[in-house]
């Protein structure tokens, strides 16, 4: 493939979405299209690991024929493939991987495996550069929930990770108990707001440090429930939404007076909260600080953040081993 723009070809399959695109060294989206499984693991109220594999097997390859057939009317070049390689379930890890693999082989170019939370950590830069840097960053997903201090586009230093659960993850517990679907962020949004935050939840680990824990908050939540069966659910999620935030905003807060960044940027599903996108343009406000937010198609899972991140790894020559690791952490590539 010669001539034209260059791109990257970015696949992403780590959770339940099926994801692939094609993006340029400044982050212009030529393609993406992204197959979510939430009607496969409807039925058991979580992601159920082997169906989501399936799911990926069956729709990775369709995806990237409209990928190809994208680039070559684009008349675009292809630099390489960037895969997620983690964190994320290892049969799902596998089906991506496997693909860039052979595609690897078949079209002759590298295969960069990246790390996941690396490509959310890029998702706000997508389309227009927007991330400033010293940043403070967020991020806030169903996988993980950590506080970074960004000093480059690729150099962090991570302040604080959750114990226990992530906040999508209790956002989706949450949403389980109150009989909502999936996913349970937008459901439990939205019932926040025609609710009334009256139940006094915890706010576990407010007062100390950078780390968090929502599982405590999540228990309340479902003592609540069996105390009080008929509490109108909308309520509930007002508080538990409300709980949420107060830790976010106290753990922000206490961030920002101690590294005196110049942006806030959150990424992660949980970034497509329009409650959570509040309270941070109302922090950016306050502290004079560059709000940096991905629009909302690219907070969840999608290939576009990974083939972004790809760029990084390929203008500092990394080329990490191609291994599925489930349990990969922020400080490696
Ligand atoms: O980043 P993501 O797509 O996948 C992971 O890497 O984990 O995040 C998924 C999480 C889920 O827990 C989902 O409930 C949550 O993000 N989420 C939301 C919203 N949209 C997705 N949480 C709150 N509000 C939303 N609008
Ligand atoms: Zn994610």
């Not at 950590?146 to 992530?166: E, F, I, K, N, Y």
């Not at 935030?245 to 920002?256: G, T």
């Amino acid at each position: 493939m010669s001539g034209g723009t260059d791109y990257i070809l970015g696949l992403e399959t780590s959770c339940d979405d099926t994801s692939v695109a094609l993006v340029d060294r400044a982050g212009g989206v030529a393609f993406c299209r992204t197959v979510s499984q939430y009607a496969v693991h409807a039925a058991y109220g979580g992601v159920f690991p082997e169906l989501a594999s399936r799911a990926h097997l069956q729709a990775i390859l369709p995806l990237v024929a409209e990928a190809t057939e994208a680039l070559s009317a684009a008349g675009g070049r292809l630099t390489a493939i960037a895969v997620t390689r983690g964190p994320g379930l290892i049969g799902s890890l596998l089906v991506g991987i496997n693909t860039a693999q052979a595609l690897g082989i078949a079209w002759d170019v590298p295969v960069i495996g990246v790390n996941h939370l690396r490509g959310h950590l890029r998702s706000p830069d997508l389309e227009e550069r927007r991330v400033v840097c010293p940043a403070l960053v967020l991020l806030a997903s169903g996988g993980h929930t950590l506080l970074a201090v960004q000093h480059g586009p690729a150099d962090l230093t991570l302040l604080g990770a959750t114990r226990d659960d992530s906040i999508g993850e209790s956002y989706d517990k949450v949403a389980r108990m109150l009989g909502y679907g999936m996913p349970g962020g937008p459901a439990i949004d939205r019932a926040a707001q025609a609710g009334v935050a009256r139940h006094d939840f915890p706010r576990p680990m407010m007062r100390e440090g950078y780390e968090f824990s929502f599982s405590g908050l999540k228990s309340s939540v479902a003592r609540l429930l069996e105390k009080d069966p008929g509490t109108a659910p909308e309520d509930v999620a007002a508080s538990f939404v409300a709980a949420c935030l107060d830790v976010l905003e106290a753990k922000l807060r206490r961030a920002i007076a101690a590294e005196t960044p110049r942006a806030l940027v959150v990424v992660g599903g949980v970034a497509a909260s329009p409650q959570l996108r509040a309270l941070v343009q109302r922090l950016g406000a306050e502290y004079g600080l560059s709000v940096c937010l991905p629009p909302l198609k690219w907070a969840t899972d999608n290939a576009a953040m990974i083939a972004l991140a790809g760029w990084d790894y390929h203008v500092a020559g990394l080329l990490p081993d191609l291994r599925a690791d489930p349990g990969l952490s922020l400080a490696q590539w």
